[in-house]
């Protein structure tokens, strides 16, 4: 998400970096290039527009135009104004009693996954969700929720077949909710056009009814230039307290994020970033900001990594490294660990996290996520014994382990020489930041693939 608006941003940092001076004409004509960027991006013109003025009267202020870096003072004056485009701070879901949640917006949003999504994010946080289908016209609606309810252990509302009264399917579920114990009971509607005006009524009364602490539009985040009357449209309906941005993972644009923030007013609370239960984040606008403008994103990484890696494991790991103990078993552990990091998302998502990633571009499009499978196929055709003892893979039983892995002789010998060197390397601490670099460059995988250095 925002790799056209992130690289075009970049492109104009880079010219004013490169001014010794800074002046009105500098910055005007910037800031016309960024318009162009944001509207390409997919930026609503009016929030483009007024997004530019702000940051004019802020780029010629004296704080910049007398600094010594006025480059740097620019790229923290857009820095703070996405900032505040974006929401300023983190806003969580209200959650007092009663606690309902109506999720709404256009029909393909993925609002019935957004669900799910959320369900299980509030499981993990210690609630206990509960899920009503309220989608009484998509066929195969409430089997999908019912489904995505069970995967993720959460239980579900089933209107009776037929039925065609949302209100009376809310009344009938708000008492099996209390029968259940549920703290937090999530409503997933029926998708609606703009145009439909007795399904948007429909909407109307069931808000009426439960009167819900949030009412969540559920957005595709290419809706694009649409973005901006949907976000109208539903928010004079049923006044929405929030947003979620689906499907951020393949759009390059992002300009609705942007657009629905500003005018709707209201914060976009969750963005989802894959097609797994698990991949609903917490929306916290300073940190997408910085990956906007290329600075990464470290707090979100470390947050992945918290949740992926096993500590213990890990500490185990680390004693072994040091101790030049390192074998192909504890190899092939550290490859499972990091595709738990990923989460399935590929390698090349993941450092995106990391500040500088956009100057990286040639080197992440480098990283192929196949190369990594291969590596780990040329393991897995090893003994257990070979496996503990590195030393014994002589050339006939790596002949057998590149028949076994689908990879060649050479590719098998290129991977368990980089395996050695790496193990030499752990004997000395000195020497360890040195290792990095070279294994980092994965010089060792099946294809000669590799990643930036010093990863």
Request: aromatic residues 6%.
């Given at each position: 998400m925002f790799s056209q608006l992130s690289d075009g941003l970049e492109n104009v940092f880079k010219k004013l970096r490169g001014q010794g001076k800074i002046s009105e004409k500098n910055i005007s004509d910037a800031l016309?290039?960024?318009?162009?960027?944001l509207l390409e991006a997919d930026v609503d013109f009016g929030v483009a527009k007024d997004f530019i003025a702000r940051v004019k009267e802020e780029a010629l202020?004296?704080?910049v135009l007398k600094s010594v870096t006025p480059g740097q003072q620019i790229v923290k004056?857009?820095?703070?104004?996405?900032?505040?485009?974006?929401?300023?701070?983190?806003?969580?879901?209200?959650l007092n009693p009663p606690a309902r949640i109506v999720m709404c917006g256009l029909n393909g949003a993925g609002k019935t996954t957004t669900s799910g999504k959320l369900a299980l994010r509030l499981k993990k946080d210690g609630r206990k969700p509960?899920?009503?289908?309220?989608?009484?016209?998509?066929?195969?609606?409430?089997?999908?929720?019912?489904?995505?309810?069970?995967?993720?252990?959460?239980p579900v509302y089933r209107p009776d077949?037929?039925?065609?009264?949302?209100?009376?399917?809310?009344?009938?579920?708000?008492?099996?909710a209390e029968a259940q114990g549920?703290?937090?009971?999530?409503?997933?509607?029926?998708?609606?056009?703009?145009i439909d005006a007795a399904l948007i009524k429909e909407l109307q009364k069931l808000c009426d009814y439960l009167k819900p602490k949030e009412t969540l539009l559920v957005a595709d985040a290419a809706t694009g230039q649409q973005a901006v009357s949907v976000a109208e449209h539903f928010h004079q309906a049923v006044g929405v307290t929030g947003i979620v941005l689906t499907k951020l993972d393949?759009?390059?644009?992002?300009?609705?994020?942007?657009?629905?923030?500003?005018?709707?007013?209201?914060?976009?609370?969750?963005?989802?970033?894959?097609?797994?239960l698990a991949d609903l984040n917490e929306f916290v606008p300073s940190r997408m900001a910085e990956r906007i403008l290329g600075m990464g994103d470290v707090v979100g990484l470390v947050e992945k990594a918290a949740e992926a890696i096993d500590e213990?494991?890990?500490?185990?790991?680390?004693?072994?490294?040091?101790?030049?103990?390192?074998?192909?078993?504890d190899f092939l552990a550290q490859m499972k660990m990091m595709q738990k990091l990923t989460g399935g998302g590929g390698m090349g998502g993941l450092m995106k996290l990391l500040p500088g990633a956009g100057k990286m571009k040639e080197a992440l499009n480098s990283v192929d996520d196949r190369q990594l499978k291969r590596t780990e196929a040329i393991v897995l055709s090893m003994t257990p014994d070979e496996r503990r003892r590195p030393e014994i893979l002589n050339g006939k039983r790596r002949l057998r382990i590149a028949k076994g892995s689908g990879n060649s002789i050479v590719e098998v010998n290129r991977f368990i020489k980089g395996f050695g060197q790496m193990r030499k390397m752990m004997k000395s601490k000195g020497k360890m930041k040195k290792m990095m670099a070279q294994f980092g460059g994965m010089e060792g995988l099946p294809g000669g693939g590799k990643l930036p250095k010093g990863f």
């Open positions: 016309r290039e960024v318009r162009m960027a202020g004296e704080k004056v857009f820095q703070d104004a996405l900032v505040d485009l974006l929401g300023g701070d983190a806003s969580p879901l209200d509960l899920l009503v289908a309220c989608d009484l016209y998509r066929p195969a609606a409430v089997e999908q929720l019912a489904t995505l309810a069970d995967e993720i252990g959460v077949p037929g039925e065609k009264n949302v209100v009376k399917v809310a009344k009938r579920a708000l008492a099996w549920g703290n937090v009971v999530i409503f997933d509607t029926a998708g609606r056009q703009e393949g759009d390059a644009r992002g300009g609705a994020a942007l657009s629905m923030r500003s005018v709707t007013g209201r914060p976009i609370k969750f963005v989802g970033e894959g097609e797994k213990d494991e890990a500490m185990k790991m680390a004693r072994r490294m040091e101790k030049a103990t390192f074998d192909f078993n």
